[in-house]
T-cell receptor, first 112, second 116 residues
Framework: GQQVMQIPQYQHVQEGEDFTTYCNSSTTLSNIQWYKQRPGGHPVFLIQLVKSGEVKKQKRLTFQFGEAKKNSSLHITATQTTDVGTYFCAGHTQGGSEKLVFGKGMKLTVNP | NAGVTQTPKFRILKIGQSMTLQCTQDMNHNYMYWYRQDPGMGLKLIYYSVGAGITDKGEVPNGYNVSRSTTEDFPLRLELAAPSQTSVYFC???????????????FGAGSRLTVL
């Protein structure tokens, strides 16, 4: 079945640093979504990418969908303590599966 | 709008007991989902529904049952609770128009279940 893998699973950065996390699918995706879960909270939708090569920005967060629509990246610039949490990517396979398959998440901690 | 509401927020069960986790949404969403999240882990799909009267299994359906008699409600039933079902359970809903339509999930606050 479809698998979505996130790399790395854990990321610890110093406040102010930049970093990138990646999401890779075993199959071609029709779209990819990113969610953020704060500690003790529930996942909250951040963004959806649909087109091959699409890039979207939300303040210090930049999301990209790969040309082959099998991978995605999230780049955070000048990390802040408010960025702490677990970031999940999730995707539907081409053909419009009803199931949204989540990766295992990337847990971000920030050293102030 | 309240969004997605889950009850209870916390529950402790003894092995072999049964219970129902309630989930209701007031956004007129057609799709609803149940996920479980084990400590430090990702989200695993238990069951989902694409509309009233229609349910289907996800990755980890064993030990659970669901029903979808109305658009708003999607309860999750645990029969014969086992320690392996200790987890945080999230209900989610989405409005999906067609198989290629956007499917952005709105999650409930979660139900933390401990089976002893």
């Amino acid at each position: 079945g479809q698998q979505v893998m996130q790399i790395p699973q854990y990321q610890h950065v110093q406040e102010g640093e930049d970093f990138t996390t990646y999401c890779n699918s075993s199959t071609t995706l029709s779209n990819i979504q990113w969610y953020k879960q704060r500690p003790g909270g529930h996942p909250v939708f951040l963004i959806q990418l649909v087109k091959s090569g699409e890039v979207k920005k939300q303040k210090r967060l930049t999301f990209q969908f790969g040309e082959a629509k099998k991978n995605s990246s999230l780049h955070i610039t000048a990390t802040q303590t408010t960025d702490v949490g677990t970031y999940f990517c999730a995707g539907h396979t081409q053909g419009g599966s009803e199931k949204l398959v989540f990766g295992k998440g990337m847990k971000l901690t920030v050293n102030p | 709008n309240a969004g997605v509401t889950q009850t209870p927020k916390f529950r402790i069960l003894k092995i072999g007991q049964s219970m129902t986790l309630q989930c209701t949404q007031d956004m007129n969403h057609n799709y609803m989902y149940w996920y479980r999240q084990d400590p430090g882990m990702g989200l695993k799909l238990i069951y989902y529904s694409v509309g009233a009267g229609i349910t289907d299994k996800g990755e980890v359906p064993n030990g659970y049952n669901v029903s979808r008699s109305t658009t708003e409600d999607f309860p999750l039933r645990l029969e014969l609770a086992a320690p392996s079902q200790t987890s945080v359970y999230f209900c989610a809903s989405s409005l999906r128009q067609g198989r290629s339509g956007a499917n952005v999930l709105t999650f409930g606050a979660g139900s933390r279940l401990t089976v002893l």
